[in-house]
């Protein structure tokens, strides 16, 4: 079945300490979007990609980074981890496109937990 | 910036009792979409309205798109213990390809 994976499930790493979390798609989506999500909060996105396009949000941190060397993959790499950047961090995807083409509904991977000690 | 509210943030119905979540955008939207997100799962697409006015229908969910296109609402007929989870409006302009995520609405249902 086409989906999006999450890797891994649960991320433990200490404060500073660089962390990388990767996703992948099956789907042959051209768009692939980073969310931060905290407890009973809405998924909050950091930035997203539109093929190799690049589109960060403005009040994203410059300490979170992302990269997407093909179509499939997509990594957030956050560079110093503070406590407060423990978090679900959820990878999702949307065909996108323009006019009759495009489609805007997005598929979410199951969520990377992020635990900062 | 664009801010998307929803009410009520929580409610604990009853089995069997309808539920209704209302969405309001501080803008005019192009589309509205719906997510569901279980107890410690991802949001799940439900739905997307294009249509001023637009109304459709899952089974025991109404979803309502508004005629100014600026609020959305989401009923659900006889409640089951299925339906729990939190219910997200999601509000998107053409052009961009990026969703502004409603504050979420939990639902918890007792039987």
């Known amino acids: 079945d086409a989906m999006v994976i999450q890797n891994p499930r649960y991320q433990v790493t200490q404060f500073g300490k660089p962390v990388t979390l990767s996703c992948s798609q099956t789907?042959?989506?051209?768009?692939m979007y980073w969310y931060q999500q905290k407890s009973s909060q809405a998924p909050k996105l950091l930035f997203h990609?539109?093929?190799?396009?690049?589109?960060n949000e403005a009040d994203t941190p410059d300490n979170f980074q992302s990269r997407r060397p093909n179509t499939s993959f997509c990594f957030l790499d956050i560079r110093s981890p503070g406590l407060g950047d423990a978090a679900m961090y959820l990878c999702?995807?949307?065909?996108?496109?323009?006019?009759?083409?495009?489609?805007?509904?997005?598929?979410f991977g199951p969520g990377t937990r992020l635990t900062v000690t | 910036g664009q801010q998307v509210m929803q009410i009520p943030q929580y409610q604990h119905v009853q089995e069997g009792e309808d539920f209704t979540t209302y969405c309001n955008s501080s803008t005019t939207l192009s589309n509205i979409q719906w997510y569901k997100q279980r107890p410690g799962g991802h949001p799940v697409f439900l739905i997307q309205?294009?249509?001023?006015?637009e109304v459709k229908k899952q089974k025991r969910l109404t979803f309502q798109f508004g005629e100014a296109k600026k609020n959305s609402s989401l009923h659900i007929t006889a409640t089951q213990t299925t339906d729990v989870g939190t219910y997200f409006c999601?509000?998107?302009?053409?052009?961009?390809?990026?969703?502004?995520f409603g504050t979420g609405t939990r639902l918890l249902v007792s039987p």
């Open positions: 789907l042959n989506h051209n768009v």
């Open positions: 999702a995807t949307s065909r996108g496109g323009t006019g009759l083409t495009s489609s805007y509904e997005q598929y």
């Open positions: 309205l294009v249509k001023s006015g």
């Open positions: 999601a509000g998107i302009n053409t052009g961009f390809q990026k969703l502004v």
């Open positions: 990609y539109y093929d190799k396009d690049f589109n």
